[in-house]
């Protein structure tokens, strides 16, 4: 199993009732699992993650067991529930997954999300392999419960997509009944109830260190020699792999940590390293023991390990491996043939216009041969910048920007950036790029979509309708694969002195099964017309090809990607594509 199957498999095994989430990598997975295999659970895609921890607490508070999952930056989002949750505790066990991003390979940050553990003073642990995601998921509903606390599971993306053996236990049949809870000064945190939860909260911390420190999962391997390692998570496995015989002490509750055990383990090395991705988490919490370790001051605090890494680390050279010095050619990441993002951005940078971004397929605009994407911050960021921006700009620049979201994003946390404009009097131009689904995580659905993540229909939010509820008056829609309708309606709308909406609304093209988006013919090029102006490539269509011909540079489309969508015809002004 992956590390998300087993994760997923975990919760069933472990009585869950309840799993909430929005996608994002390398999380997505769970949910997905969890909704495809184990369907006496319910599962939703929530519009974000602060929605989904919520509505998962409400699950615990009735009695069910309950999960949410996220992608490390989703915490940001439910920080806020996150921090109250850890006073009122839970009824059901509440287990929060997040999965981190250690090197950044499809996100914005990798922040280190252990720290959120700390900070919400309650358990974390970290699985190192998916036999630990397994187990650990059963035990943090365990923990849950018998500490009255969240708990935090923190996999990285190694963790989440790695696969390995797992020996499945028996599942757990829970005879707890769900019920209307009454108990006030558990779930309502008014200062007078706070303040004692908050009392309840430190002994509680006490209880779950002397538990951490019996906890069979922290545990050393030997204890002979004169450097020992402390480590935790996927580091773990790079530690095993390159040096077998060296005390290990790995952790598994990262926190609290089982300090009685890690001062057992300190003792008699000549040199203790603490390994460990990212932040010095493991590393300070050990030194304010007065415990003498080498962690970053050896090991980077940035991007993935590995063993390589870990073995320069250590003994200061590679005995392993060589250095591997073969190039590989950069790819930048591109859009689809036929995407209907490509004339929307190919006018906007035509326009010369600011582009305040957001995450999605779309952000992909910022490189390369698009160029046309000027801020990406996080999701929702992008409708709040174009208005900051605009406020403080001089009358005749504030018609130079627009802001540009996707419609999981909009849903997610652009509409109250839209309100924003509406109610502080702004003129932003805003983009909503709808291609009926979460396209950059792997087209999940969405309140808008007309699908639950089981698949089932449901009603469709309509985003033009919230819009326009919002006191947004110009609420324009245009057809993305018209490149002068594009190009007036957004010059038309940055020159009001109102909000304005431009909805461009066509399915994203990996989506054929869920619409009746028809696949066209693919478009050729007459080579004997073609005069290599390369007018075309702007678009920055995959499916148009440069070749070589008679010692001349020409265009091609290449018939496999191209999927008639005629984008391109717009651009040659000798009329060298047809269908
Ligand atoms: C807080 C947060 N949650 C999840 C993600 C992962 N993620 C990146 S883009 C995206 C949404 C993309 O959907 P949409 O805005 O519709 O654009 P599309 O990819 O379809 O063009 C998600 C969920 C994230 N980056 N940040």
């Known amino acids: 199993m992956s590390g998300n199957e ?50 998962a607490s409400g699950a615990s508070m009735a009695g069910a067991r309950a999960l949410a999952s996220m992608k490390h930056v989703g915490l940001n989002l439910a920080a806020d529930p996150l921090m109250t949750l850890s006073y009122t505790g839970v009824n059901g066990g509440l287990v929060i997954i997040t999965a981190d991003d250690p090197g950044i390979h499809s996100s914005q940050n990798e922040q280190d999300n252990r720290h959120y553990a700390r900070f919400a003073k309650i358990p974390l642990l970290e699985p190192s392999d998916s036999q630990e995601a397994y187990d650990f998921t059963r035990l943090a509903f365990e923990i849950s419960e018998r500490f009255d606390t969240p708990v935090i599971l923190r996999t990285t993306t190694r ?51 002397n538990f951490s420190d019996r906890f069979r999962y922290n545990r050393y391997e030997n204890k002979k020699g004169k450097i020992g390692i402390i480590t935790s998570g996927v580091a773990y496995q790079y530690v095993k792999e390159v040096c077998r015989d060296i005390p290990v002490l790995k952790l598994s509750m990262t926190y609290p940590l089982p300090v009685n055990l890690i001062k057992k383990f300190a003792k008699g090395f000549k040199k203790l390293y603490v390994v460990e991705e990212l932040d010095p988490f493991l590393e300070n919490e050990i030194k304010a023991l007065g415990i003498n370790v080498i962690g970053k001051e050896n090991i980077p605090s940035s991007g993935e390990l590995n063993p390589d890494i870990i073995e320069e680390a250590l003994f200061g050279k590679r005995k392993r491996t060589k250095k591997n010095n073969l190039k590989l050619p950069v790819r930048t990441p591109i859009m689809c043939a036929g995407c209907p993002y490509l004339g929307i951005f190919h006018t906007l940078k035509k326009l010369g216009l600011f582009v305040a971004g957001d995450i999605g397929c779309y952000t992909l605009a910022a490189l390369s041969p698009y160029n046309a994407i000027d801020s990406t911050l996080c999701m929702g960021a992008g409708i709040c910048q174009a208005f900051g921006m605009e406020k403080v700009l001089k009358e005749e620049e504030r018609k130079k920007l627009v802001a540009v979201i996707g419609d999981s994003t909009f849903l997610h946390s652009g509409i109250t950036g839209l309100m924003d404009i509406v109610y502080n009097k702004g003129i932003t131009t805003v983009i909503i790029l709808d291609n009926s689904t979460t396209a950059m995580t792997g087209r999940q659905d969405h309140p808008s979509s007309g699908f639950t993540l089981k698949g089932e229909e449901t009603k469709e939010v309509n985003i033009a309708e919230i819009c326009s509820a919002l006191g947004v008056e110009r609420v324009r829609h245009i057809n993305p694969f018209n490149l002068s309708e594009i190009e007036n309606v957004i010059l038309e709308e940055i020159n009001q ?9 066509s399915p994203c093209v990996l989506l054929k099964h869920k619409t009746n988006f028809q ?61």
Not at 16 to 24: E, S
Not at 172 to 187: G, H, Q, S, V, Y
Not at 497 to 505: D, G, L, N, R, Y
């Open 6 to 55: 087993a994760i997923a498999k975990g919760a069933y095994d472990a009585g869950v009732g309840f799993a909430a989430g929005y996608p994002g990598t390398p999380s997505t997975e769970i949910l997905e699992n969890i909704a495809k295999r184990y369907i006496d659970i319910y599962a939703e895609w929530s519009p974000n993650e602060k929605v989904a921890l919520e509505a």
């Open 497 to 505: 002195k109102q909000p304005s909406v431009i909805i461009s609304k």
């Open 159 to 209: 963790i989440s997509h790695s696969k390995s053996l797992v020996s499945i236990k028996k599942p757990k049949r829970l005879n707890k009944e769900t019920a209307i809870p009454n108990n006030i000064e558990k779930f309502v945190m008014i200062p007078s109830y706070a303040r004692e939860r908050h009392r309840i909260i430190e002994t509680r911390l006490k209880r779950l260190q």
């Open 519 to 579: 696949r066209q013919p693919s478009l050729i090029v007459d080579l004997s017309l073609c005069n290599g102006c390369m007018a075309c490539l702007k678009i920055g269509c995959p499916a148009l090809e440069r070749i070589e011909k008679d010692n001349l540079s020409l265009v091609a489309i290449n018939t496999m990607l191209c999927n008639g969508c005629g984008l391109c015809i717009n651009l040659c002004s000798i009329g060298a594509i047809s269908s």
